[in-house]
């Protein structure tokens, strides 16, 4: 089986954000594990700080968002990438291109297109992106995350699990001291999404210092790199509150191994984590997001899956997260919405995006 699949050639185009990359590694991974040859094509790679450079064979395409600068710029790399895609197509010759979302993919895609090469394509949110709106025309198959995401793509879609790699048990204890914390104590989680949030951080830091008696806590926050770790963990210095403090996590299946409630953005790959680790949270969505995208992502939490609350950005203050924070001290309140995830997992019945994908090729 591994020795046939060795032949086998598989390109995942992706880049951009966290929640793009994180579960085209995932893919690439658990496909390289079974012996078939992965490379990655997409803009932007060599310098995308989520993208593990040492783990993927890679290539790096032109590319540009939609038009959104000099029109004639963007159609020149466009095409540009197009060229570039064209012929690392010709020289791989893959039994399949794997789309990831986002305007870093589209002329990978375009080209395996006119290659008349299968195209597969993930779609994370409950609202799918422009680019695999796109190409779900002429796509093989759409796997989607969400069920209701395969109402705004045309073709074949599926509902598959969000590739997430392996996920080993750890326990909290253990999760707790690898960031120095009490391994008995109750956790918060906090952090914005691959690339941080400035409203999180200061809503968070503020509200969670006035805090007042009630279950003893510690903080696990995860600025991003709009953040200031030193000043917010000053203030945590100054509360009296146990805290670990940092800008960047490469582990953050410990992160939430460790935490007992998050507080965070509800982009797609956050949310797979969310319902995979069982934690109950404060989902924030993004206010920018395309088509308002995380807002039905984290609905989907909270009403579907009953395992979080829903809090625009816009209406949150310091008092109103106060009083939420407070709740989810609440062990009663807590735990009705941890055994709701866990009763959401266990009625899945979701395929593999990756024994998809082997059936395919």
Excluded at 31 to 51: A, C, I, M, P, W
Excluded at 103 to 130: D, M, Q, S
Excluded at 343 to 349: E, M, T, Y
């Amino acid at each position: 089986m591994s020795q046939q699949n060795n032949h086998i050639k598989i390109i995942i185009a992706t880049g951009g954000t966290g929640g793009h990359v994180f579960p085209a590694e995932a893919l690439g991974s658990e496909l390289q594990e079974q012996s078939y040859d992965v490379t990655f094509v997409g803009g932007g790679l060599k310098s995308n700080r989520y993208f593990h450079r040492n783990n993927f064979k890679y290539e790096e395409v032109a590319t540009s968002p939609f038009f959104r600068l000099n029109f004639f710029r963007s159609l020149w790399r466009i095409w540009k990438g197009t060229r570039q895609s064209l012929k690392i197509l010709n020289e791989i010759k893959p039994k399949v291109v794997i789309g990831f979302g986002s305007f870093y993919t589209f002329p990978v895609l375009f080209a395996a297109r006119l290659k008349r090469i299968p195209i597969v394509l993930f779609e994370p949110n409950a609202i799918p992106g422009k680019v695999n709106r796109f190409f779900s025309r002429v796509a093989t198959l759409s796997a989607v995350q969400f069920a209701e995401a395969g109402k705004w793509l045309a073709g074949n879609s599926m509902e598959v699990k969000m590739p997430t790699g392996k996920k080993d048990t750890i326990e909290k204890g253990s999760a707790r001291e690898y960031f120095y914390l009490k391994p008995e104590l109750f956790t918060f989680l906090v952090f914005g999404g691959s690339q941080g949030s400035k409203a999180i951080n200061r809503l968070f830091s503020e509200a969670v210092c006035h805090l007042k008696g009630g279950t003893p806590f510690q903080v696990i926050h995860v600025t991003g790199k709009t953040g200031h770790a030193e000043e917010i963990r000053k203030l945590y210095l100054d509360a009296g509150i146990p805290a670990c403090v940092k800008s960047f996590e490469e582990r953050m299946d410990l992160a939430w191994s460790a935490a007992s409630a998050v507080i965070c953005r509800s982009g797609a790959a956050t949310v797979a984590e969310q319902i995979t680790y069982e934690v109950p949270g404060i989902l924030v969505p993004f206010p920018q997001a395309a088509d308002d995208h995380q807002t039905m992502n984290a609905q989907f939490i909270e009403r579907k899956v009953r395992g979080g609350i829903t809090c625009p950005e816009s209406t949150l203050t310091v008092e109103k997260l106060r009083n939420l924070l407070s709740q989810m001290l609440q062990s009663d309140h807590r735990e009705k919405m941890h055994r709701a995830i866990v009763a959401f997992k266990q009625d899945q019945r979701k395929h593999e995006l990756s024994t998809i994908i082997k059936g395919l090729v």
